[in-house]
């Protein structure tokens, strides 16, 4: 017997609810539109079509994906960051409304400081899925970015991103742990700004995370270290020698690292009293230092 998509959508709410998953009502829905490939306002002016077996079939298929709390964007494959469509799956972070914190505080930046004579250059530390590298060049044309991971599957997703996106001849990517990489291959290169998200969760505290988390997505993007602080460590003892002068570092952390990374970059001696931007939860999310 068919249902009607309002049927369909009560049972894998239920469904997904029954599993833990948090957001069961919006996942059901977006599975569905993904399937579809309806927007939410068509899927509800359709809301009593019967759709064929096969699709229904389909579509349960999924949300039995979605219950093993497989994480929904690693599902459709796709996710929405700074406005644009990325294409996610485990070999990369699933980028999060809080990173695009870090992109609007760089992209002010850019906005209220002189241009430099021949367009800024950026290095990303840990590019992932190239959210953050990306981002930057769909919004300004006048910058350059070198991004860099330990991952090569990382910088795989990264360059399939950025040439799905338009921007591919103006990010060059590096296999790169930190800053090790680039001492090997290109030590005299100097950039006016440095940003990164690095992992920044206590190693105690992952197995605390939801299963779609602690599960799946990879964990050295993750796992900051005992403290959370190891990759603010290592960035902090290279940073400066690839920053030109009154160059700018700019780092996601966590909610409560705001004074230790603050800490970290005040005991280099190198750098200005460092500034902490919010998210639109009100949490502490980037610091932002430039170099003396």
Not at 7 to 15: F, G, I, K, N, Q
Not at 45 to 53: A, F, I, L
Not at 189 to 214: D, Q, V, W
Not at 219 to 235: F, K, M
Request: hydrophobic share 45%; charged share 30%.
């Amino acid at each position: 017997m068919s249902l009607e998509i309002k049927e369909m959508l009560r049972v894998a709410e239920a469904r997904l609810a029954d599993a833990g998953c948090e957001e069961a009502k919006a996942d059901a829905e977006e599975l569905l539109c993904f399937l579809m490939k309806f927007d939410r306002t068509r899927l509800f002016v359709n809301w009593s079509k019967e759709p064929d077996e096969k699709l229904c079939d389909a579509y349960f298929a999924l949300l039995d994906e979605r219950a093993s709390r497989k994480p929904l964007h690693y599902i459709i494959g796709r996710r929405e960051f700074m406005g644009l469509d990325f294409a996610v799956d485990e070999r990369v972070l699933i980028p999060r409304q809080d990173t695009e914190c870090l992109v609007e505080a760089l992209l002010a930046y850019m906005e209220r400081e002189k241009k430099p004579l021949r367009g800024w250059r950026v290095l990303e530390i840990g590019v992932g899925s190239g959210a953050i590298a990306v981002s930057l060049c769909k919004n300004r044309a006048d910058l350059r970015v070198k991004a860099t991971d330990i991952s090569r599957a990382a910088l795989a997703a990264a360059r399939e991103n950025a040439a799905a996106l338009g921007v591919r001849d103006r990010i060059r990517f590096a296999e790169s742990d930190m800053f090790d990489g680039l001492r090997a291959g290109l030590g005299a290169a100097k950039y006016h700004i440095i940003a990164s998200n690095p992992p920044y969760i206590p190693s105690g505290a992952l197995r605390t995370l939801a299963p779609e988390i602690r599960e799946h997505e990879p964990a050295e993007a993750l796992d900051g270290g005992a403290d959370g602080l190891d990759a603010y460590r290592r960035l902090m003892e290279g940073a400066h020698l690839y920053l030109v002068k009154k160059g700018a570092i700019f780092f996601e952390i966590g909610f409560d690292q705001a004074e230790a990374v603050s800490d970290l970059i005040k005991k280099t001696g190198r750098y200005e009293a460092p500034s902490i931007f919010k998210d639109l939860s009100g949490n502490d999310r980037v610091v932002f230092a430039r170099a003396m």
